[in-house]
Nanobody, 112 residues
């Protein structure tokens, strides 16, 4: 069974940076799997933040373009989300998605 484990969330001031990591295990063929980061803010629906195909095609939601960077390391079965210039609207639970599975989520809180 595929497992996705996120890490790297926390509390950060506006303008700061965080890097999220998501490591996959349990039978996923990571090198062939599209991976994505979603977030869910309080009282809002979960939204796609960034995605990356196995071939490296990347997509971002408009609100994070120029600030967030998704990347992946096939040797480590890990996908990253580098988040720079954070603002309070980035607050939420960030979920990793891959091979039809969700991680448990990691909380990101940005204070003004």
């Amino acid at each position: 069974q595929v497992q996705l484990v996120e890490s790297g969330g926390g509390l950060q001031q506006a303008g700061g940076s965080l890097r999220l990591s998501c490591t996959a295990s349990g039978g996923i063929i990571f090198s062939l799997s599209p991976m994505a980061w979603y977030r869910q803010a309080p009282g809002k629906q979960r939204e796609l933040v960034a995605s990356m195909t196995s071939g490296g095609r990347i997509n971002y939601v408009d609100s994070v373009k120029g600030r967030f960077t998704i990347s992946r390391d096939h040797a480590k079965n890990t996908v990253y989300l580098q988040m720079n210039d954070l603002n309070p609207e980035d607050t939420g639970v960030y979920f990793c998605w891959g091979d039809g599975q969700w991680g448990q989520g990691t909380q990101v809180t940005v204070s003004s």
